[in-house]
């Protein structure tokens, strides 16, 4: 019997429903102050359970793997911020401790902060504080809680990146990551729970950091009609905006060694893992046909691996995976 991401304890339907339901209370769904020339944003992110693998791993092998939190909590701050065209601007850490004990392992959490600071100098983004809790009986005495903050300037106003943007012909370009990033690792946790080879597979590789290619990209005179951070959600994130078009993929390339592992342990068919999973894709962005070439171009000279992979088209809201015979609906994903 398959073990599914909703059988491990994440249900995005629930989680959706929570969380449209703060947005229409806010009344506000995009976090844009707007000032005469140029909008402010502010984005608050966690790592869900990247740092709970790291603890499983230390504490059974003694390998130490909390560089990769520290950058990858940035990192998923970071590319969220980035998918609306801002230039960040300031970076906060949250961390709540279950016990005060987790601080006296001093080599791990220096780790953790130099992989957040490493990441936050890589976006050039200005460290400037957060919060640090120690929460008992509230959470995991083991284990910590970690999330932040960003703050980002789009200016000139023109660089904002706008579903209204988006139009039938324009170009699906995929930009590679480097693993799991940070999403999924809840599953990944529950089928590898003894299996540490596994485990380390998973969190090894980096969180790629896509923001200073985004920014490149603005600053060079490319036309972004979209963006789309691929975490959560899988590559039904490609449809994130709320408008009707069909997004037809035509080139797939091979996801990395930790997806197969997963789909072989947790007995999960292709639809099931590209629903949940980044599958070797961790951004989208939508461009015009005449600015394909530039785009791969400049993410080559960053090294990031670039892929001119599908096609806006005319109809129902849906993703179609066309070499895999997989068609994700616009119904399975109700997130703004």
Not at 61 to 75: C, E, I, P, S
Not at 131 to 142: F, H, W
Not at 222 to 250: C, L, P, Q
Not at 279 to 299: H, N, P, R, T, W
Request: aromatic share 10%; glycine share 8%; with cysteine.
């Amino acid at each position: 019997m398959a073990t599914t991401y909703h059988q491990s304890g994440v249900n995005y339907l629930l989680m959706d429903e929570f969380k449209n339901a703060c947005i229409k209370a806010g009344g506000n769904a995009p976090q844009l102050i707007e000032f005469p020339g140029y909008y402010l944003i502010d984005v608050l992110e966690g790592i869900g359970s990247l740092n709970q693998l790291a603890d499983d791993i230390y504490q059974k092998t003694k390998k130490d793997f909390y560089y990769q939190v520290g950058w990858g909590n940035a990192a998923t701050i970071l590319n969220d911020l980035v998918a609306v065209g801002a230039t960040t601007l300031t970076l906060k850490l949250f961390i709540g401790a279950g016990n005060e004990r987790w601080f006296a392992d001093k080599t791990r959490w220096k780790n953790l902060v130099r992989g957040f600071k490493d990441a936050a100098n890589y976006s050039k983004a200005y460290w400037n504080g957060g919060e640090t809790q120690t929460l008992v009986r509230t959470i995991n005495e083991d284990s910590i809680v970690l999330a932040g903050s960003s703050t980002g300037l789009i200016q000139p106003k023109t660089r904002l990146i706008n579903e209204k943007n988006i139009e039938i012909g324009d170009t699906i370009i995929f930009f590679k990551s480097s693993g799991l990033h940070t999403n999924g690792v809840t599953l990944v946790r529950q089928i590898f729970k003894d299996d540490m080879t596994s485990c380390i597979e998973a969190i090894k590789q980096k969180t790629i950091i896509y923001s200073p290619l985004i920014v490149e990209l603005l600053i060079k005179g490319v036309n972004i009609h979209y963006a789309s951070h691929i975490t959560g959600h899988g590559w039904r994130k490609i449809m994130r905006s709320k408008r009707d078009f069909v997004y037809r993929i035509e080139k797939v390339p091979k996801p990395q060694k930790i997806f197969k592992l997963i789909q072989q342990k947790a007995g999960l068919s292709d639809a099931q893992m590209y629903a949940d999973f980044n599958m070797g894709i961790g951004y989208a962005i939508f461009v015009s046909k005449k600015d394909v070439q530039k785009v791969l171009e400049i993410a080559e000279n960053l090294k990031i691996r670039a892929i001119d992979a599908g096609r806006v088209m005319m109809g129902k809201r849906k993703v179609i995976i066309e070499p895999l015979n997989i068609v994700l609906d616009g119904k399975s994903l109700k997130i703004r």
